[in-house]
């Protein structure tokens, strides 16, 4: 088993595809056997995808992905304070290295991970990626807590401003009187 | 008096002593003028101080009808293929706030081919105008499901929301927003909102005049007069003193008691009141309910609320028409020369009917149900609700009033 941070790297190099053909077979290979080295590399795929979404947003300048913006530095830097642990942890034994190494990818991946319940399947390595139209929707703290695909982005603006007008429906009936003016006797 | 008036005579003459006199008395007429704020002070606040024993703040949960009303426009839908934890999200929503959106570019294929916008239907149409009056712009939506109709009434005042219904999002902690009025000495409560049963999932938490808290629960609600019964767990307040008379009159004092910001004013009662409140009259008796342009008399009431106190529902004979209030501004006011009286519209009359059978017809103004004005559906329920025998129409028709006596089915 590789240290954490070595292991990270690796898996790093292995998703930007600058790996040697021997080097990312034995890498697989490795991936076979290791179910947490799996989970490591699942954990990156997403955050590569939060980061995505995230400079996707920025571009145009929403809040909500501002708010994403924040989350995604604070998983970085908790993702970091991980890693550290992990380095320390690296002299302990291999046994005891396996538990907290689980649960350092379980700590880092729970800010990443929560804002992104929704079924996001990662793209097979060397497999041509067919990026298309998503809407992230977010809760009222600006988390990410589901993402609905669509083919265009006119159908993805149609069902944003769907769910805002009937929000706005529903507001405007929660804070306004609601007067009875015809029915039947 | 006599010595003294003599030597200011011979002093300095009798129009200096006048002057003097004046003067003198000056001081007393001031004095008497503040006399008269302090007790209007003192009245207002006793006024007030005997209202509170009969008030009480209840939190309420937020209202299913909203969803209802709303419910061939939500999102999930009109969005058939909506992947399903998008679908669990929107359909059960944040615990407080609201949703947003972000697009962003996607890593994953749709589940099939279909395009989800293919299901999305056109929606309602909101009709939303600024009405001009006195307590600044109100902004009316008007929508319609099946023969009902409501208005979303949301007055902006000083960039503050006067509310009919609070709601408190989340519904965390205690946060009791809406009034309601002690009924009678075994703790019935009368909150002038449509609530149902379904809504309520235990007690709700009430805080008493005395600033002590409590828990009630439902009894029964009416959804057209708009009212609904709780009941204290146990019994505490000054049961109200519900106004003889249907209406203030015009020109009269009445103090107003409204959810918004636990506002409280007097105000000159002129006819209506584009406010929601309790309306109160001088003498502490709670005189009806004002709902943005509607009133429902508290004596008028009475009738329904004993029902739902009795069995937790109001039953009502069945004319068999449909009929909507002819609002302010509204073409058929100036149509029939209706000017600021109470009328309503029968829009529909049904085959076979009471109402068909007693020679209604769609397009009539009704003016008077019972020989009493109604001009919006409270009313005519509450009215119909203290029915007893074949009612009585007063109906306007080619420019003549004419009368119908509606006999119903047994």
């Known amino acids: ?185 | 008096m006599q010595m003294a008036v003599r030597v200011c005579l011979r002093s300095i003459g009798w129009p200096a002593c006048v002057l003097a006199g004046v003067l003198a008395c000056a001081p007393l007429a001031g004095g008497q003028e503040t006399s008269l704020l302090q007790q209007l002070d003192r009245e207002t606040q006793a006024l007030y101080q005997q209202v509170q024993r009969s008030v009480v703040r209840v939190q309420l949960p937020p209202p299913a009808w909203l969803d209802e009303l709303l419910a061939d426009e939500h999102p999930a839908r009109r969005w058939q293929q909506l992947d399903p934890e998008v679908r669990k999200r929107i359909e059960t929503g944040p615990p407080s706030g609201r949703l947003g959106t972000v697009i962003v570019p996607a890593t994953q294929p749709s589940a099939d081919g279909k395009q989800p916008g293919d299901d999305a239907q056109d929606g309602a149409t909101w009709q939303v105008r600024p009405l001009p009056g006195p307590s600044g712009v109100q902004i009316e939506s008007r929508r319609q499901k099946g023969d009902t109709q409501v208005i979303v009434v949301t007055p902006q005042i000083d960039g503050e929301s006067q509310l009919g219904l609070r709601v408190q999002p989340g519904q965390a902690g205690f946060a009791p927003a809406n009034l309601a009025i002690v009924l009678d000495e075994a703790g019935h409560l009368l909150v002038p909102v449509y609530l149902q049963q379904r809504q309520f999932d235990g007690p709700v938490h009430v805080e008493l005049g005395d600033g002590r808290t409590a828990r009630a629960t439902f009894v029964g609600s009416d959804r057209q007069t708009g009212l609904t019964v709780l009941k204290l767990d146990q019994p505490a307040g000054a049961p109200v003193r519900i106004s003889d008379q249907p209406r203030p009159a015009e020109g009269s004092l009445v103090m107003i008691l409204s959810p918004a910001n636990d506002a409280a004013r007097l105000a000159v009662w002129t006819g209506a009141s584009r406010e929601w409140g309790m309306v109160i009259a001088a003498d502490g008796a709670v005189v009806g309910f004002a709902r943005h342009g509607q009133f429902l008399s508290a004596s008028l009431s009475m009738p329904a609320i004993r029902a739902l106190i009795g069995s937790g529902q109001v039953d009502r004979p069945r004319f068999g028409m449909v009929v909507v209030e002819i609002r302010e501004g509204d073409a058929l006011r100036q149509k029939h020369a209706l000017g600021r009286r109470p009328a309503m519209h029968v829009m529909r009359v049904i085959p076979g009917s009471a109402a068909e059978r007693a020679g209604l017809r769609s397009g009539d103004i009704v003016l008077e149900l019972n020989d009493q004005p109604v001009g919006d559906v409270p009313t005519f329920a509450a009215i119909l609700a203290a029915h007893d025998g074949p009612a009585t129409l007063t109906i306007l028709r080619d420019g003549r009033q004419e009368r119908f006596e509606v006999r119903f089915d047994q």
């Open chain 1, 1 to 185: 088993m590789e240290p954490i941070s070595d292991q990270t790297e690796l898996l790093e190099q292995y998703l930007d595809g600058t790996l040697e053909a021997d080097e990312a077979a034995r890498v697989e290979a490795l991936l076979r056997e290791d179910a947490a080295m799996r989970d490591t590399l699942e954990q990156l795929r997403l955050e590569r995808d939060l980061r995505v979404r995230v400079f996707a947003s920025l571009e145009g300048g929403h809040r909500e992905a501002d708010a994403a913006a924040e989350r995604f530095v604070a998983s970085v830097a908790r993702r970091e304070h991980v890693r550290r642990l992990a380095r320390m942890a690296r002299f302990v034994a291999a046994a005891a290295a396996v538990v907290l190494i689980g649960f350092g990818i379980g700590w880092t991946g729970r800010a990443a991970l929560d804002p992104q319940p929704g079924p996001v399947t990662p793209v097979a390595q060397g497999e041509a990626a067919s990026y298309r139209v998503a809407v992230a929707v977010t809760d009222d703290a600006g988390n990410v807590v589901a993402v609905q695909p669509f083919s265009s982005i006119d159908e993805a603006e149609r069902f944003s401003r769907d769910l805002k007008a009937w929000q706005d429906n529903r507001r405007q009936l929660e804070q306004g009187g609601v007067l009875l003016v015809g029915d039947r006797f």
